[in-house]
């Protein structure tokens, strides 16, 4: 199993940045992917951004070149910047964590931390 705990939420104006980060309870070497999906309010949980162990990469449309995630492995730690944010980034983010054994995927998942863009 692992824990994930997410901070760096907040309020923050239109075109304004943020970086959350997660922190995982063991080596992310040991992960196969970890990322972060956002829900905002009566929509669906939708993925932001993956990196995986093999440092592939995958970010949602409505973010590339904006989003940016990366890890600090010595850390245990993946994080998201976020720049030129938009009214439509609102939405509780949440970490996630995937492990894979054999051909069973196991998610594991942060509180979530709340991100608001509004002037």
């Known amino acids: 199993q692992v824990q994930v705990v997410e901070s760096g939420g907040g309020l923050v104006q239109p075109g304004g940045s943020l970086r959350l980060s997660c922190a995982a309870s063991?080596?992310?070497?040991?992960?196969?992917?970890m990322g972060w999906y956002r829900q905002a309010p009566g929509k669906q949980r939708e993925l932001v951004a993956v990196?995986?162990?093999?440092?592939?990469?995958e970010y949602a449309d409505s973010v590339k070149g904006r989003f940016t995630i990366s890890t600090d492995t010595a850390k245990n730690t993946v994080y998201l910047r976020m720049n030129s944010l938009k009214p439509e980034d609102t939405a509780v983010y949440f970490c996630n964590a995937r492990m894979v054994d054999g051909v069973s995927e196991y998610d594991y998942w942060g509180q979530g931390t709340q991100v608001t863009v509004s002037s």
């Open positions: 063991r080596s992310i070497f040991s992960l196969y992917a």
């Open positions: 990196i995986t162990s093999g440092s592939s990469i």
